[in-house]
């Protein structure tokens, strides 16, 4: 499992657990702010340094921050948003002996601390707030911003008002949704993450790298999983993920096309399933274990009864593409339990509709709905499932926005179905592999480009 994601309401339920257990607020205030002082201090030194503190306890970090920076001899200064206005930021400014600027009339410093607001933030910056905070985050060279970017909300990554690009951004006890989700995300270049002293439990977590197994000394290819794709007019889609799947780790792949067109690679076996009787009879094969129905299918009505077919046959499904499409014309109410969906944004909407919350809250409602794991991508991908638990990908390369990446995960979630049986597992274990195998290619890469390096990704696993 990957880092725990607390939602704000959740963040604070942790922090009253640690105060029941006798930890005080204002002791959990000074070890966020002394983590965060050291970071400071350990990337920047004596650099000159303003910290802008805001009114409640983020602010009181802020405090904290620059009375131990202070400490150490950093040439240090505060510039506040108003009074402190709850016990333990009282308190930590009360200890900071230096004087407090106003914020509109602070001066740039060569490194600048932005703890105005984390997780209580409830509106956007006034106007001349927000003003203040990228001026002064655009004339430093070093930027921190201390739990949060002020102006992100916590729980949906959205902004709430302008926000300037930070150099790091400090999370504070555990990750929250706005460090995965964009386009809050994107509003800084480094994340840390620190302890302090916090137990942080959740069903959301980032996705962490996964343990996958070698084959087993009487492995044999139906035992590491047959993986059927079902084609359609569109050979391209189709193909890509069919490779993505004979790469995945899975023992043997098969294409069901509408016509043997002899392409790809001859490891895969391509059959012709001219009619739906056809596609039928080809589903009955009982070594399946996993099928993909979606890229390349087409939209017409001959692919609907394909898919179909597919939906009939009580195989392990992963469906994409065309086929979230076609479910969401002609049978939301057909989406088999028990699948793995893989929508981008447009196909979700059009399978959900208008779902309330962020995108994490979005696909786990999809997920309870359908039954379905949901692999909800974009450069946020969220994979949710129907029993609460979900992994946020995120930070990952942006070049993915490329035609056919889509197929190769596709298949690559239909090969690790195949292989682990299990639809979340699997989807973490594709969308993992799938960013590896983007991090490996670099820039400008094409989705072939992905599928090659799918090997090597699943070494670096073993
Ligand atoms: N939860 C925890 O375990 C800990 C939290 N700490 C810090 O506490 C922060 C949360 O503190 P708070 O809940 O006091 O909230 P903030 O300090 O994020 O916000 C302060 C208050 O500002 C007001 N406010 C909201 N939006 C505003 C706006 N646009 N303009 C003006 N005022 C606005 C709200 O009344 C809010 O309570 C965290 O982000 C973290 O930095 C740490 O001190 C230590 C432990
Ligand atoms: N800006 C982005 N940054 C990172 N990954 C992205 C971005 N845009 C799309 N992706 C990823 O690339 C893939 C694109 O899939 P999809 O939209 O179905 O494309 P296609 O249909 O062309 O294959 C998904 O895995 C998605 O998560
Ligand atoms: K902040």
């Given amino acids: 499992m990957g880092a725990p994601v607390l939602t704000a309401a959740a963040m604070r339920a942790a922090e009253q657990a640690a105060i029941a257990s006798g930890v005080p607020e204002y002791d959990l205030m000074e070890r966020a702010g002394a983590t965060a002082a050291e970071i400071v201090w350990r990337a920047g030194g004596s650099r000159d340094t303003l910290v802008l503190c805001g009114p409640g306890n983020n602010g009181g970090d802020g405090f904290v921050i620059a009375r131990i920076l202070r400490a150490k001899g950093v040439p240090v200064r505060v510039a506040a948003l108003g009074e402190s206005g709850t016990a333990s930021s009282l308190r930590a400014r009360a200890r900071w002996d230096g004087p407090v600027e106003a914020l509109h009339q602070a001066k740039p410093a060569a490194q600048l601390v932005d703890a105005l607001f984390g997780t209580g933030l409830t509106r956007g910056l006034a106007d001349a707030v927000a003003a203040s905070l990228e001026r002064l985050v655009g004339r430093a060279n070093h930027s921190y911003a201390v739990d949060l970017p002020s102006g992100v909300e916590t729980d949906s990554g959205r902004l709430l008002s302008p926000v300037p690009r930070f150099g790091v951004c400090i999370a504070l006890g555990a990750l929250k949704p706005a460090h995965l989700l964009y386009p809050a995300a994107d509003r800084f270049e480094r994340l840390v993450s620190v302890d302090i002293g916090i137990a942080p439990s959740s069903p959301l977590h980032s996705l962490a790298p996964p343990h996958l197994d070698a084959p087993a000394s009487d492995a044999h290819k139906y035992s590491r999983g047959l993986v059927a794709v079902i084609g359609g007019g569109m050979a391209g889609a189709g193909l890509l993920a069919s490779r993505a799947a004979a790469r995945s780790g899975a023992g043997a792949v098969r294409r069901i096309v509408p016509d043997a067109d002899g392409r790809g690679p001859d490891a895969i076996i391509t059959s012709a399933a001219m009619k739906v009787a056809d596609v039928a009879k080809a589903l009955e094969d009982k070594r399946l274990s996993a099928v993909l129905a979606g890229p390349g299918l087409g939209r017409d009505d001959g692919a609907w009864e394909r898919l179909e077919a597919v939906l009939e046959s009580e195989h392990r499904l992963v469906l994409d593409a065309d086929a979230l499409t076609l479910l ?20 979700f909407a059009r399978l959900f509709g208008d779902v309330p919350g962020s ?3 979005k696909a786990l409602a999809a997920a309870q709905r359908s039954r379905c794991v949901l692999v909800y991508k974009g450069a946020d991908t969220v994979i949710a499932a129907p029993d609460g638990k979900a992994a946020v990908a995120s930070r990952g390369s942006f070049w993915l926005s490329t035609a056919g990446t889509g197929d190769v995960l596709a298949g690559l979630a239909a090969g690790r179905f195949a292989v682990t049986g299990d639809p979340f597992r699997a989807a973490c274990e594709a969308v993992w592999l799938h960013g590896e195998a983007a991090r490996q290619a670099g820039a400008a890469f094409i989705a072939d480009d992905l599928i090659e390096r799918l090997p090597a990704a699943i070494a670096r696993r073993l």
């Fill in 328 to 347: 969401a014309d002609k049978g939301p109410d057909q989406l088999p339990a028990g699948a793995i969906l893989t929508p981008h944004e447009g196909e």
């Fill in 359 to 361: 995108k994490i809250d």
